[in-house]
């Protein structure tokens, strides 16, 4: 039995409160694993200030950013060792193991999945010093390893990479030697100007609300590909300018979670365009209706249009976001995190509440 401290978030704008518990040992295909990184998704953000419908009972177990350590093997566990740092992805396969989407020969696609869960939300997340992976998330789940010396704050920025990649790599050939377009200069987007330059983008266009946050993103992570603009009346007809001599961008990811964004994501697409809204709209109440009017004839056929959303991370997005932090390609991945944007386990609510300012990008909570 180990001796496992649990932070219970009792209500939606509530407070933590600590719980000792006796986790037992791994059962046959179960590893116990040990928080040593959670950064902080704006998921968890409207968790602790609306709660979400997903969530049906409180108190409630949040974060699921995380990077672990393995303490404990059960019976016929053969692909862990003690000692292992592993990436742990949110969205979850069902756990049924003959499945089409999650199973051992299903195609991947979790979201899909009627019965998907998601960790922070149906699945216990690792506001927690400890934790059992039951054997169906062992053997199916988004688990990767890292090499033992590589940094935990890097690690536990797997999944939110992932889903970046999920978006960017849905449609081939959409990024390299191509100008993307960045609604919004947060974590997200500062994730996919980075896998843009990774990806060899020609030019790479932020848009964004407040000038510090920009000037920020700009300032740690852009480059002579990088462009700034302020999202104001006449955003659109800058965009256009600095694709030149291009007509419109080729790639453009919405990352703010409002109508506005949908609404100059449209405006912004033309020949050839692939759109990913990245950032769904939704709150305590559900998710509203947001209509468009598309001609699929002279818009998605002759304009060879396309539009996708991506909502989470598959083992598609996983494995590559897990193969770009071994081979370190994204080099300023240090920069995401500032000195006032580490946090101690105790202060969860002092990190949420951080990662809900307007001038932060990822916030870490150190468990060790």
Known sequence: MVKNTVFYLNQPGGTFKVAEEKLPSPGNGEIMVKTRRTSVCQSDVVIYKHGLPRIKKWPAIILHETCCEVVGLGENVTNFEKGDLLGIGCDLPCGDLNCIYCGVKGTGDWTSC?????????????????????????KLGPVKKFPRNMNPDFISQMEPLACCLEGMTRVNNCIEDRVVVLI???????YALQVAQAMKARKIIIINRGQERLDRVLTDFGDQRTVGIIWSD?????????????????????????????ELATQLIGYNTVLDAHAGVKGPDGKPNIIHKLDLNNDVHYKLQCYQATHGSSMHGINLAHKMLLEGQL??????????????????LEAIKRADDRDSLKVIINWD
């Open 114 to 138: 009627p019965n998907t869960h998601a960790t922070g939300h149906e699945f216990p997340g690792f506001a927690r010093s400890y934790a059992i992976l039951p054997e169906w998330f062992v």
């Open 184 to 190: 919004g200069a947060g974590s997200q987007s500062t």
């Open 234 to 262: 006449n955003v659109v007809q800058k965009v256009f300018k600095e694709c030149e001599p291009f007509n419109e961008p080729h790639f453009v990811m919405m990352n703010v979670p409002h109508r506005a964004g949908y």
């Open 331 to 348: 080099p300023k991945l240090n920069k995401m995190t500032r000195q006032d944007e580490y946090f101690d386990k105790s202060q969860i």
